[in-house]
């Protein structure tokens, strides 16, 4: 398996953020698989064989990318973990860090929703191991939620994540920077609307949509 070389990187080398930020801006306009080293070196404005002195491959350029945005999601889990109160102000806190991630790591971001699939077996279950970890954090939320009378006790918790998930991470594929709406107001916004699908007790009957409905 073709492994990043550790020569000229590291949490201090600027120009080894350099590379990956330019890498993640190419393959997010070009397209992964369309996207060559070649393009990668010459937006870098270095040689082949320069870049070379940084991965291996392409994919271990994809790879420290991909791997990146998701030490953002951790570190968001890791303060969401810290926040204290109902479990529908915590689930509503954990989604608009999440979502802001997506917005202002647009490119980073897109790769991972995108070209995932482009990485090897074993990258690739490193970063669902994550995705697997942020999951269980929400459905435990969700579960915490139905005990604490905040969210809706019909709600499936697997399915639900699921939704939660694919509306926030979804933000990638409209949002730009130059767009009508700022990354907060988005960030807010899309965290009020997956929240409120789970809330129960707020409506002027005292139902939610499920209780008013269902049999």
């Not at 070009?30 to 320069?50: F, I, N, P, Q």
């Not at 019909?154 to 009508?180: C, K």
Request: overall charge neutral; hydrophobic content about 40%.
């Amino acid at each position: 398996m073709s492994t990043v070389t550790t020569a000229s990187r590291g949490p201090f080398s600027a120009r080894w953020q350099e590379v990956l930020d330019v890498s993640a801006e190419v393959f997010f306009r070009r397209g992964y698989a369309e996207a060559s080293v070649g393009d990668v070196a010459a937006a870098l404005h270095m040689t082949k064989g320069s870049l070379y002195h940084y991965v291996r491959t392409k994919e271990d350029l994809l790879y420290e990318i991909i791997r990146q945005a998701h030490d953002l999601t951790l570190e968001n889990l890791q303060r969401a973990r810290a926040v204290k109160g109902s479990a529908l102000d915590r689930l509503h806190g954990y989604f608009v860090g999440h979502i802001r991630i997506n917005t202002d790591h647009l490119a980073k971001s897109t790769l991972i929703y995108r070209d995932l699939h482009n990485l090897s077996d074993d990258r690739r279950q490193q970063i669902i191991s994550v995705r697997d970890d942020i999951e269980t954090y929400v459905r435990g939320l969700l579960g915490d939620g139905a005990r604490d009378g905040t969210v809706c006790p019909l709600v499936d918790s697997h399915l639900t994540s699921i939704e939660m998930f694919s509306t926030a991470n979804g933000v990638y594929q409209w949002y730009r920077p130059n767009g009508p709406h700022a990354a907060d107001e988005v960030a807010h916004s899309v965290a009020d609307f997956v929240v409120s699908a789970v809330a129960c007790g707020s409506a002027p009957t005292g139902l939610c949509f499920r209780h008013a409905h269902r049999p």
